[in-house]
């Protein structure tokens, strides 16, 4: 058994992070699934899905807070999950060529949460109950429009397709998106909406925060110049008043290495 864990902790360590929440998602759907059937079975219902989907009230949230993030992991349907596992499949890998592996999981939550706080928002607004809100698609989208924005030409191959960019199979996805959202529950627009405004937002948090850091890099780099230069300078007074033999040899070596850094 240890040996067993051992063995699945491996496997788990050695993939992406896009693979590990593509997992994590197969994982609660079979999980819902069983124990759905399981409460069906003994009777007793100790199982429903209203405990993992996201309600539609701020109130209900109140009851069962933990619905804001088992929510956007949580699928029902067999094509609901396997299109949107295979959306954050093509928008993550790409997501991860530009950003890290700690931001994918820092967005993917953002977005979903988001997608929550809008799908609250438009049932208060409306004065209106939907029946809950379950699925990945506002953390994905998240997720697809910081990576659209980010690189709107990078080039992906499709299985008998070929090459193409990114930004025309995130417009694919938005209106497939849109277009199989459940009938009976069209307040979960407002969700993707919530999803693409945290994208969005998190794209220019990030152009923001590498501005930040390259004006820090070029003003350091100016700073150790400025110093280099000041080092020189003192050393070279020393010589013009007293001569070069009056410099030690670790005062020559260092002349010598300031001289070549400059």
Request: glycine share 6%; hydrophobic share 50%.
């Amino acid at each position: 058994m240890a040996d067993t864990i051992k063995k699945i902790k491996q496997y788990l360590y050695s993939k992406s992070v896009v693979t590990l929440f593509i997992i994590i998602n197969i994982a609660v759907f079979i999980a819902a699934h069983l124990l759905a059937l399981i409460s069906g079975l003994t009777g007793n219902g100790f199982f429903s899905s209203h405990l993992i989907e996201l309600p539609s009230s701020f109130y209900q949230l109140l009851l069962h807070p933990w619905a804001i993030i088992t929510y956007m992991f949580t699928h029902y349907d067999l094509l609901h999950i396997l299109f949107n596992m295979m959306w954050m499949y093509c928008f993550g890998i790409v997501f991860l060529d530009f950003y890290s592996e700690k931001k994918f999981v820092k967005l993917y939550i953002f977005g979903g949460i988001a997608g929550a706080v809008m799908y609250l928002l438009a049932n208060v607004m409306f004065d209106y109950r939907s029946s809950g809100l379950i699925g990945a698609s506002a953390a994905i989208l998240a997720l697809a429009t910081t990576t659209i924005m980010r690189a709107p030409n990078y080039h992906i191959n499709l299985f008998l397709i070929g090459q193409v960019k990114i930004k025309w199979i995130a417009l694919i996805f938005i209106a497939f998106a849109l277009l199989t959202t459940d009938t009976g529950n069209m307040f979960g627009h407002f969700a993707h909406l919530g999803g693409i405004l945290a994208g969005i937002a998190y794209f220019f948090i990030e152009r923001r925060n590498r501005t930040q850091r390259k004006f820090k890099i070029i003003v350091s780099n100016k700073s150790s110049h400025q110093s280099v230069e000041e080092q020189l300078d003192e050393l070279l007074i020393k010589v013009k008043q007293s001569g070069y033999e009056s410099l030690s040899k670790s005062e020559k070596k260092k002349l010598n290495e300031l001289s070549k850094r400059l």
